[in-house]
Every structure is written in structure tokens, then in C-alpha cells.
Nanobody, 126 residues
Framework: QVELVESGGGVVQPGGSLRLLCAAP????????VGWFRQAPGKEREGVSCISSNDFTTDYADSVKGRFTISRNNTKNTVYLEMVSLKSEDTAVYYCAAAPRTGTWCKLGLYDYDYWGQGTQVSVSA
């Protein structure tokens, strides 16, 4: 079982920035690909970004390209999601998820991931 813990959510004004963190002791092993997902009220959970276990591949949903950046530091057991130029439509609960896929694997599908964190709330409001 892989335990994931998200942090860094909060309330921010439109145009502001936040950095989300996803921590897991298993990241030091280098075998987990990680994805960030979000779920807004009344909407389905959607993929936001992913990063491969070897850090060579990243991907982003069209709605966040150019604004969000995913990165990882396995020695610190942490994956980051840097979010800038936030919009009201970015308001959601953000979840990180992990999959035991080595190499360049990186996907944004919900059912591609085996382990999930509890989520952290991001609210973008004036």
C-alpha cells in the first residue's frame, strides 16, 4: 500500500499562485508515476498533470497548459504542482495519485492509477 499525503491548498485570488505537494515515502524507490487530478463541485474528477517515474515525461490537461508545472524530487519523497495565473474555474479538490509504472509512463486517466491521497482544497475567489 502506498500512502500519499497532499498539502499546499488554500484560498487565493484570481491571478494568484499556489504550490501543491504530494508526499510519499515510496517515491525514493523510483518506481511510481504520479498524477494530479481535481474534482470541482458537481463535476467528475479529471486529470490535470502527470510525471513519469524517471522524471523524463510530463503531460498536462489543455486547460492548465502554460500555467501549471509538475515536478518531483524523489530524495525528498515529494511531487509538486506549481500553479500560477489561477482562475475561478481552477477551484476544486486536488488529489495526487500514484501508479507502479517505471520508465516514461505518464497518463491522465483516472483508472490508470492505483493509489490516491485524500485531497487538498484549492479555492480561487475574489
Amino acid at each position: 500500500q502506498v500512502e500519499l499525503v497532499e498539502s499546499g491548498g488554500g484560498v487565493v485570488q484570481p491571478g494568484g499562485s499556489l504550490r501543491l505537494l504530494c508526499a510519499a515515502p515510496d517515491f525514493t524507490s523510483g518506481y511510481l508515476a504520479v498524477g494530479w487530478f481535481r474534482q470541482a463541485p458537481g463535476k467528475e474528477r479529471e486529470g490535470v498533470s502527470c510525471i513519469s517515474s524517471n522524471d523524463f515525461t510530463t503531460d498536462y490537461a489543455d486547460s492548465v497548459k502554460g500555467r501549471f508545472t509538475i515536478s518531483r524530487n524523489n530524495t525528498k519523497n515529494t511531487v509538486y504542482l506549481e500553479m500560477v495565473s489561477l482562475k475561478s474555474e481552477d477551484t476544486a479538490v486536488y488529489y495526487c495519485a500514484a501508479a507502479p509504472r517505471t520508465g516514461t509512463w505518464c497518463k491522465l486517466g483516472l483508472y490508470d492509477y492505483d493509489y490516491w491521497g485524500q485531497g487538498t482544497q484549492v479555492s480561487v475567489s475574489a
